[in-house]
């Protein structure tokens, strides 16, 4: 029989494991507790200096650090946390990028990104050999310098809203490709650790190894069942997801909960396909952005991007911040003069050769300065390239954390470069446009100025929000009058319907930006809001005034009392349901009684005097 002891002990080991994970869960909360009112704090100084938001979270984690007040005492728990956010970011950018434009310039500018990724590196490498790197090392490092944030890009020409500029395409699509090449990067790191004679494992603990045909049969095992692993994604969400969406979203009433249903099925689309291409030693990144993509081709794009953009700023945040807690203050110091002419040699050889990749392929000379500075930063990529080359025993945790200081200083300085980038652009528009080109789809997709022709292009559309009764009758008056007009609708069966009948229509709630952008609610003439919510309503008449001050907004309210706040919220119009069904009651009931009267009057004349 056993003593109380024997009875007890492991009672005791499920105690002291429940406090061990209680512990774990305090301290990770602190940890965000800390990171979080620390950026927080730290980007309102920023934007209230008119500096970006992003490098105010690097400083925030450089604060907090251990290297600082050591607030945070597990940067592995917040690592976990930065990884999923640059897995969300990937899955946005696929979200973002339309089909059309791969048959319309697209391909020209991914073009563009492959060749000046490329370049960057080839140019980088040798620099890293001048600043005592091996070769191994130097290449490592050279690949993490030439990716460029697109976390800071996407910010910085949404502040300004040149999404839709030429070189706001442009920059976009450069910057997929570099996120794509990443991929390809962090697969490349092991062979390039085995070429090296350097085993995978614990720095220090690296043992020299024969890079032969092995290490080759093992290379080209991978990538079979990596693009396997693509393709099959690709197939199961080319084939299967846009009916599994369709399916989902046939209810009666057109709503359903089907915008969170949505919203579920979308993250969990994204992650799976990410845990997919991670289980067979791909990236999960790019299946997180293949995911996306997938995703792009259905009607309701527009609507999961806006709803998971707060998600994604709130993890990017986190991510930013925990770039920061890598931040060693010593070593920036005692290598101040090698820091700081690496970020001019990055900033300056990244704007030279994208730049110049850009007008050597066709882009006009003002886009091709903008891109080139806009992208001259380093990048997410960049901290994740370095920290697999750190984990594969390429590079010593002192050179990591040099490169590392090198790419969060020009965080902070490529978007301070902005306005001075607009002013050179501004001198090259009358460049001359590179001669050998003869036809160039960057030529054709960037016409100068870009503000104008977007506001030539959209010049008399009208969009209808909601398709109900009311926004029906509406289009088909406008309609008759020959004024273009895109819908913004919620129900998925209307979308689809309207979508086969040739009108132009975008699924998503109206209150939401990213639909209104995609709508496109800065070049319209009028917006018209017809939808039966009234918080609905109001919550749209803000974010439409915020996104186009000049746009007249008519709105339909049912009382009174809303329809003041609707003015308030910046509806130009409101139609009252009450007041307009009591004049048309009104008209109709006075119409009816003549024609009653007239109708008495033929049937009984009066007698004749």
């Given at each position: 029989?056993?003593?109380?002891?024997?009875?007890?002990?492991?009672?005791?080991?499920?105690?002291?494991?429940?406090?061990?994970?209680?512990?774990?869960?305090?301290?990770?909360?602190?940890?965000?507790?800390?990171?979080?009112?620390?950026?927080?704090?730290?980007?309102?100084?920023?934007?209230?200096?008119?500096?970006?938001?992003?490098?105010?979270?690097?400083?925030?984690?450089?604060?907090?650090?251990?290297?600082?007040?050591?607030?945070?005492?597990?940067?592995?728990?917040?690592?976990?946390?930065?990884?999923?956010?640059?897995?969300?970011?990937?899955?946005?950018?696929?979200?973002?990028?339309?089909?059309?434009?791969?048959?319309?310039?697209?391909?020209?500018?991914?073009?563009?990104?492959?060749?000046?990724?490329?370049?960057?590196?080839?140019?980088?490498?040798?620099?890293?050999?001048?600043?005592?790197?091996?070769?191994?090392?130097?290449?490592?490092?050279?690949?993490?310098?030439?990716?460029?944030?697109?976390?800071?890009?996407?910010?910085?020409?949404?502040?300004?809203?040149?999404?839709?500029?030429?070189?706001?395409?442009?920059?976009?699509?450069?910057?997929?490709?570099?996120?794509?090449?990443?991929?390809?990067?962090?697969?490349?790191?092991?062979?390039?650790?085995?070429?090296?004679?350097?085993?995978?494992?614990?720095?220090?603990?690296?043992?020299?190894?024969?890079?032969?045909?092995?290490?080759?049969?093992?290379?080209?095992?991978?990538?079979?069942?990596?693009?396997?692993?693509?393709?099959?994604?690709?197939?199961?969400?080319?084939?299967?997801?846009?009916?599994?969406?369709?399916?989902?979203?046939?209810?009666?009433?057109?709503?359903?909960?089907?915008?969170?249903?949505?919203?579920?099925?979308?993250?969990?689309?994204?992650?799976?396909?990410?845990?997919?291409?991670?289980?067979?030693?791909?990236?999960?990144?790019?299946?997180?952005?293949?995911?996306?993509?997938?995703?792009?081709?259905?009607?309701?794009?527009?609507q999961i991007v806006g709803q998971l953009q707060p998600m994604r700023d709130l993890l990017l945040a986190v991510f930013f911040t925990g770039v920061g807690l890598t931040l060693d203050p010593t070593v920036m110091v005692g290598?101040?003069?090698?820091?700081?002419?690496?970020?001019?040699?990055?900033?300056?050889?990244?704007?030279?050769?994208?730049?110049?990749?850009?007008?050597?392929?066709?882009?006009?000379?003002?886009?091709?300065?903008?891109?080139?500075?806009?992208?001259?930063?380093?990048?997410?990529?960049?901290?994740?390239?370095?920290?697999?080359?750190?984990?594969?025993?390429?590079?010593?945790?002192?050179?990591?954390?040099?490169?590392?200081?090198?790419?969060?200083?020009?965080?902070?300085?490529?978007?301070?470069?902005?306005?001075?980038?607009?002013?050179?652009?501004?001198?090259?528009?009358?460049?001359?446009?590179?001669?050998?080109?003869?036809?160039?789809?960057?030529?054709?997709?960037?016409?100068?100025?870009?503000?104008?022709?977007?506001?030539?292009?959209?010049?008399?559309?009208?969009?209808?929000?909601?398709?109900?009764?009311?926004?029906?009758?509406?289009?088909?008056?406008?309609?008759?009058?020959?004024?273009?007009?895109?819908?913004?609708?919620?129900?998925?069966?209307?979308?689809?319907?309207?979508?086969?009948?040739?009108?132009?229509?975008?699924?998503?709630?109206?209150?939401?930006?990213?639909?209104?952008?995609?709508?496109?609610?800065?070049?319209?003439?009028?917006?018209?809001?017809?939808?039966?919510?009234?918080?609905?309503?109001?919550?749209?008449?803000?974010?439409?005034?915020?996104?186009?001050?000049?746009?007249?907004?008519?709105?339909?309210?049912?009382?009174?009392?809303?329809?003041?706040?609707?003015?308030?919220?910046?509806?130009?119009?409101?139609?009252?349901?009450?007041?307009?069904?009591?004049?048309?009651?009104?008209?109709?009931?006075?119409?009816?009684?003549?024609?009653?009267?007239?109708?008495?009057?033929?049937?009984?004349?009066?007698?004749?005097?």
């Amino acid at each position: 029989m056993l003593d109380m002891h024997e009875m007890m002990n492991p009672m005791l080991v499920l105690a002291q494991s429940a406090d061990n994970s209680h512990a774990e869960g305090a301290r990770l909360l602190l940890d965000l507790l800390a990171i979080l009112a620390t950026a927080a704090a730290v980007a309102a100084i920023f934007r209230r200096l008119h500096l970006g938001m992003i490098p105010g979270y690097v400083v925030a984690g450089a604060i907090v650090g251990p290297h600082a007040l050591g607030l945070v005492q597990s940067p592995e728990n917040v690592e976990n946390i930065s990884r999923l956010a640059v897995i969300l970011l990937m899955f946005t950018i696929g979200l973002m990028l339309e089909a059309r434009s791969l048959r319309s310039g697209m391909i020209s500018s991914l073009a563009v990104g492959v060749i000046s990724t490329v370049a960057t590196v080839l140019l980088m490498w040798p620099v890293g050999l001048l600043f005592g790197s091996g070769s191994s090392a130097s290449l490592a490092i050279s690949m993490a310098i030439a990716m460029s944030s697109t976390a800071v890009l996407m910010r910085v020409m949404q502040e300004r809203r040149e999404l839709r500029s030429a070189h706001g395409r442009l920059c976009l699509a450069i910057a997929i490709a570099q996120d794509l090449l990443a991929v390809v990067m962090l697969a490349a790191i092991p062979l390039i650790a085995r070429l090296g004679g350097v085993t995978i494992g614990p720095i220090g603990q690296e043992q020299s190894i024969d890079a032969g045909v092995p290490a080759a049969i093992e290379w080209t095992g991978a990538i079979g069942r990596s693009l396997g692993a693509i393709i099959g994604i690709v197939v199961v969400g080319y084939a299967i997801l846009p009916r599994v969406l369709n399916w989902l979203g046939r209810s009666k009433d057109g709503s359903g909960g089907f915008g969170e249903l949505l919203l579920l099925l979308a993250a969990a689309t994204g992650l799976g396909a990410a845990l997919a291409t991670g289980a067979v030693g791909f990236s999960p990144e790019m299946g997180a952005f293949l995911a996306g993509f997938m995703l792009s081709l259905t009607p309701f794009r527009h609507q999961i991007v806006g709803q998971l953009q707060p998600m994604r700023d709130l993890l990017l945040a986190v991510f930013f911040t925990g770039v920061g807690l890598t931040l060693d203050p010593t070593v920036m110091v005692g290598h101040w003069a090698k820091i700081g002419l690496g970020v001019i040699v990055v900033l300056g050889l990244k704007s030279l050769v994208v730049g110049g990749t850009a007008w050597i392929l066709g882009a006009p000379a003002r886009t091709s300065v903008l891109s080139g500075v806009y992208l001259s930063m380093g990048g997410e990529f960049s901290l994740v390239v370095l920290a697999s080359a750190l984990a594969a025993g390429l590079i010593t945790p002192e050179a990591n954390a040099a490169v590392v200081s090198v790419i969060v200083i020009t965080l902070v300085v490529g978007p301070l470069l902005v306005p001075w980038a607009h002013r050179m652009a501004e001198r090259g528009a009358s460049w001359p446009l590179a001669p050998w080109i003869r036809n160039s789809a960057l030529r054709e997709a960037s016409p100068e100025p870009e503000a104008a022709s977007a506001a030539l292009a959209g010049c008399g559309n009208v969009v209808i929000a909601g398709f109900g009764p009311v926004g029906r009758h509406v289009a088909e008056q406008l309609e008759r009058k020959g004024v273009p007009i895109t819908v913004i609708e919620l129900n998925p069966s209307t979308v689809r319907r309207q979508t086969t009948l040739g009108r132009t229509i975008v699924y998503g709630d109206v209150a939401n930006p990213e639909v209104l952008e995609s709508a496109g609610v800065r070049h319209a003439e009028a917006v018209i809001i017809t939808v039966p919510d009234e918080e609905a309503v109001l919550k749209a008449c803000r974010v439409v005034r915020e996104l186009a001050p000049a746009v007249f907004i008519a709105a339909r309210t049912s009382f009174l009392s809303q329809a003041l706040r609707a003015r308030e919220f910046g509806a130009d119009y409101v139609t009252v349901e009450e007041i307009a069904t009591g004049d048309l009651m009104a008209r109709d009931v006075l119409d009816k009684i003549v024609a009653r009267r007239a109708s008495r009057a033929e049937t009984h004349p009066p007698d004749a005097a």
